[in-house]
């Protein structure tokens, strides 16, 4: 029974696979590795404003807490900086896997 599940299983992999591929891959035209830099610029911009957003913070709290609109703040900053990483995690999850091929600059 058990060999029958992992038969079964992997079966449903390459069928995921395929599928994957077959309808992520023609969403892009030629992607190459230069096509990815604005991307990951992105995510460095928000990564350095939500850091930097913190880090204000905390100098100008001191030994208080901050007040709740600069704490709004972060975490708008926050958000967007998990966004978009997770979006950057899905590209390379997507290269990865084989669903989408991206060239060599």
Not at 45 to 69: C, F, M, T, V
Request: without cysteine.
């Amino acid at each position: 029974m058990a060999n029958d599940n992992n038969r079964i299983l992997l079966e449903i992999d390459k069928i995921i696979r395929e599928l994957n591929r077959e309808i992520i891959n023609p969403a892009f035209q030629e992607l190459t590795v230069a096509d990815l830099s604005p991307v990951l610029k992105l995510v460095a911009r928000a990564r350095s404003a939500y850091l930097k957003e913190l880090l204000d913070i905390a100098h100008i709290a001191g030994d208080g807490l901050p007040p709740p609109e600069q704490v709004k703040q972060l975490q708008r900053l926050r958000l967007t900086f998990e966004e978009l990483v997770k979006g950057s995690q899905a590209i390379e999850t997507a290269i990865q896997r084989g669903y989408l091929d991206v060239k060599p600059r």
